[in-house]
């Protein structure tokens, strides 16, 4: 399934949900978005009836049974509120159709939903790409900075030997041959086309579909060749990324993403480095004795000269004047520059790379403290850089889970877990985990994974979640409100359900979705076995398991 969007709605008392005032849910939103007006109406058809619910969804997913479609394989329950769809679906977009047509049409309306956000997380990655890829060879537009500049692809060539000249010889040779100057764009367009595809194909090790598979390193003299290529002809970029994109073959979608992702952070790192060697250089040329102490100070505390630097929080560049011998040697002249350091950063760096180095405190909170062993540190940074991990965020995980901190999971202290729930579910809602890869499928989470073992990660995240639920109990007055809540309404008041149901790869629109389909489909409510075989999506054990444990606790309207 994709990543969906989480539910919006109102604040939650301490003891249920809001009341009459609650907004509708995502799914709901979603749904009154659903071009309804293409669905066709359903005509009843006598003959043998289709007994499970998965020919009903078949048309959604299978071209091929198209037109196997009849509303008479399902029984009506006839207790069932059909008020509930009108409430679901905005007015008109519901036909005066029997009850058994209303219903086919309730849940139609409700997977083609889901499918439409499918093609909205197409549209994601594209954007994403495009913005990403952009700011990876060129942070700011035109100039690296005010008044300094670099050649496009001068310096691509000075090693004869090198694989971006080798390119650029067998490009001259083959526009000399050509006879027209049509002919010679297009086939310098071609060249450069299968040159960054045999180059990705290697780099991106395209052959192996394998889950959180590490890229390859990015080598310089391949940095060079993608960068020429980015400079006189970026639209193969977008070409090659929408190509292996429209053919994953065996390979998840969410792989290559990562995969992606990974590499344009490795040519990110790349071009920072090159860029402030020239940015410090220029400057230095054309400043006085205390200035170049100042640029060689900002450069080693923020290791502007080295790949994939230390993350730090956001307040750090204001207070980096504290002081010691290098500073104190400026004579306190590099405390009035701590003051333009956010700005002269930015300037350059762009704003995706500025906001991964310097992150914001109050976004989840101040970095972790936490020490890991030489061993540890080593498989984190491996992740950074082939599989793009963050390492902010791998922090905050280790250190709320308790992971490598404590001999026995009730060394964990309450209020710690208190505290830890509230800073998970804050990660939980990064734009990272909710538009592109959900946490479920993060390089993040299989860093973690890697680093402490699979077991030991869901032990210390489901011990928080029962002992969070514990506390959380103590202080409510009953579960009697969740007579008359929604899905939505209890997974938002009961956040360590959200956490597990986040963490095994569901969400809040499909959770919702199993629940309507099962209101509409009464012979689905005391087979779970039916249900699973039935319904369009598969889900691994671990999914099922939270499914069927979750609606027989909770029970929601």
């Known amino acids: ?61 299978l071209k091929e049974q198209h037109e196997q479609k009849s509303p008479n394989h399902i029984h009506l329950d006839s207790h069932l509120k059909t008020e509930e769809a009108q409430k679901l679906f905005p007015e008109g977009q519901l036909h005066d159709h029997t009850q058994n047509e209303r219903r086919v049409e309730v849940t139609e309306m409700m997977f083609a939903s889901v499918r439409k956000s499918e093609n909205s997380w197409k549209l994601a990655i594209a954007e994403d790409y495009r913005i990403r890829i952009k700011s990876a060879f060129e942070p700011r537009e035109d100039e690296i900075y005010p008044n300094i500049s670099k050649s496009r692809c001068g310096h691509a060539v000075n090693d004869h030997n090198s694989e971006a000249s080798r390119f650029v010889r067998k490009s001259v040779q083959a526009l000399n041959n050509a006879p027209r100057r049509a002919a010679k764009t297009r086939l310098l367009h071609s060249l ?20 959180h598979l590490p890229i390859l390193s990015l080598a310089y003299e391949t940095y060079i060749l993608l960068q020429m290529i980015w400079n006189l002809h970026r639209e193969t970029f977008f070409e090659i990324h929408d190509k292996l994109f429209s053919e994953l073959g065996k390979m998840s979608k969410y792989e290559l993403q990562r995969r992606m992702s990974a590499l344009m952070h490795q040519i990110t790192q790349k071009t920072i480095v090159e860029n402030w060697n020239l940015i410090s250089n220029a400057l230095t040329q054309t400043s006085r004795k205390p200035m170049k102490a100042r640029i060689k100070i900002i450069q080693d505390r923020f290791q502007l000269a080295q790949e994939f630097p230390t993350t730090h929080d956001a307040p750090y560049i204001y207070t980096v004047g504290t002081k010691d011998s290098a500073e104190e040697s400026t004579g306190g002249e590099f405390m009035a520059i701590r003051r333009v350091l956010s700005n002269f950063f930015r300037m350059w ?76 579910s804050r990660l939980m809602e990064l734009p990272t985990y909710k538009q592109l890869i959900p946490w479920h499928e993060s390089a993040d989470r299989a860093c973690i994974i890697q680093m402490f073992t699979e077991e030991t990660y869901l032990d210390h995240l489901h011990y928080i979640c029962r002992t969070f639920k514990e506390i959380r109990k103590g202080h409510s007055e009953g579960d009697d409100w969740k007579r008359k809540a929604t899905v939505s309404q209890i997974l938002r008041f009961q956040a360590e359900d959200k956490l597990k149901m986040l963490d095994v790869g569901l969400d809040v629109k499909l959770m919702e979705s199993i629940k309507i389909t099962m209101d509409y489909n009464p012979e689905l409510r005391q087979d779970w076995q039916l249900f699973f075989d039935t319904f369009p999506s598969k889900f691994k054990r671990a999914q099922r398991n939270f499914i069927t444990s979750w609606f027989t606790e909770n029970k929601p309207v």
């Open 349 to 424: 760096m762009g704003s995706l790379e500025f906001q991964r180095r310097f992150r914001d405190p109050l976004e989840i909170g101040p970095k972790p403290t936490i020490q890991l062993s030489a061993e540890l540190s080593e498989r984190l940074r491996e992740a950074e850089v082939l599989n793009g991990a963050d390492t902010w965020n791998v922090y905050h995980w280790i250190n709320c889970l308790g992971l490598g901190q404590v001999k026995q999971l009730n060394d964990l202290r309450r209020p710690d877990i208190v505290s830890s729930v509230d800073v998970i």
């Open 1 to 61: 399934m994709p990543e969906l969007c989480d539910e919006a709605g109102s604040q939650l008392s301490p003891n249920g949900p809001g009341g009459e005032n609650e907004k509708p849910s995502q799914l709901e939103a979603t749904v009154k978005d659903a071009n309804v007006s293409q669905i066709k109406k359903k005509k009843k058809k006598k003959g043998k009836g289709i007994d499970t619910l998965q020919s009903t969804m078949a048309p959604l997913t």
């Open 192 to 211: 450069a086309y299968d040159k960054l595809s045999e180059t990705l194909y290697t780099q991106l090790k395209l052959d192996n579909p394998q889950n």
